[in-house]
């Protein structure tokens, strides 16, 4: 929300320049009727895509956090094969986790395939004690529940506002704003109540759109329970830059880490050919060091 300050300022600014130097001082039945029902209408409106997509949002985090759950219960069951396949299984699952941040969140999709080569790992098992047999029913029953989660989480994130909706609101916003400046009768308190009215109005599309684009509060639902898996994964977080040039992530999210890994793709989007990492490791100056671990050759189709 931090970077729509900008915007919100600016439009504070406009409608009150607006507010100023436009005094409608309409007076008007039709006028009236007509804000009565575009008011009416936009709330309606509003009101229920803000609790469809609020719903939607909902729905996400629970099957995303129960994806974590799900991950971590493999993790502690893959402990009773040998040490090699334990290892191997993280090798899957930081390579899953990284199909995730690489891909947008619309293109959830696109990270099956790494899903399914952990999928192919745990089939792949050498079971040699009844133990292991009756533990690889159970992660067997978890890779089930990870792969309908993860077609849940694929459907969620496409089920996007239609854009008939949103030219909707749109043009009712529209008219609520030329009928707050010609309804503005140039007095102090007309000044200091529209451009408020007008600013709430732009406030609440804003946050509308983040829903819509699942980026409300993402740092809660999103940035912070990812750090905790890769710890409690015992893998090093990793970051697409564009989070931190965006202001989606900022320093003091991850400066309590011991090391995290920075991901630079030259190519544009979807092509992932030629990745950069960079394990980045805080120091209590403040500043960070970054090495260069690696430069990979993926694409965004493989």
């Not at 309804?183 to 408020?196: A, E, F, R």
Request: proline share 5%.
């Amino acid at each position: 929300m931090r970077r729509y300050v900008p915007i919100l300022t600016a439009g504070y600014l406009i409608f009150l320049a607006f507010a100023i130097l436009l005094p409608g001082k309409v007076e008007s039945p039709v006028l009236d009727t007509l804000l009565s029902i575009a008011t009416f209408t936009f709330a309606i409106l509003l009101g229920f895509s803000i609790s469809q997509q609020n719903d939607r949002l909902s729905s996400l985090r629970t099957t995303l956090r129960e994806m974590d759950g799900q991950l971590f219960s493999l993790r502690q069951l893959t402990k009773v094969f040998d040490a090699d396949e334990a290892a191997l299984y993280l090798g899957h699952v930081d390579r899953y986790l990284q199909a995730q941040l690489d891909y947008r969140l619309t293109d959830f999709t696109k990270t099956l395939p790494e899903l399914q080569a952990l999928n192919a790992f745990i089939l792949s098992l050498k079971v040699k004690t009844d133990r292991q047999r009756q533990l690889l029913d159970h992660m067997l029953y978890e890779l089930r529940d990870l792969l309908r989660g993860h077609s849940g989480v694929t459907h969620n994130v496409q089920d996007e506002m239609p854009v008939a909706l949103w030219l909707s609101l749109l043009v009712l916003s529209a008219i609520l704003w030329a009928g707050l400046i010609l309804i503005n009768d140039g007095t102090t308190t007309s000044l200091i109540i529209v451009p408020i009215l007008s600013e709430s109005i732009l406030l609440l599309l804003i946050i509308l759109h983040d829903l819509d684009r699942l980026t409300w509060q993402e740092r809660d639902w999103i940035w912070r329970p990812l750090i905790e898996l890769f710890q409690t994964l015992d893998l090093v977080p990793y970051f697409p830059e564009a989070l931190f040039a965006d202001e989606r992530l900022t320093q003091t999210d991850v400066d309590h880490l011991k090391a995290y890994r920075v991901v630079h793709y030259p190519e544009p989007y979807p092509d992932f050919s030629n990745k950069q990492i960079q394990l980045v490791q805080p120091t209590k100056t403040g500043s960070d060091t970054p090495v260069t671990l690696e430069s990979r050759a993926t694409t965004g189709d493989s």
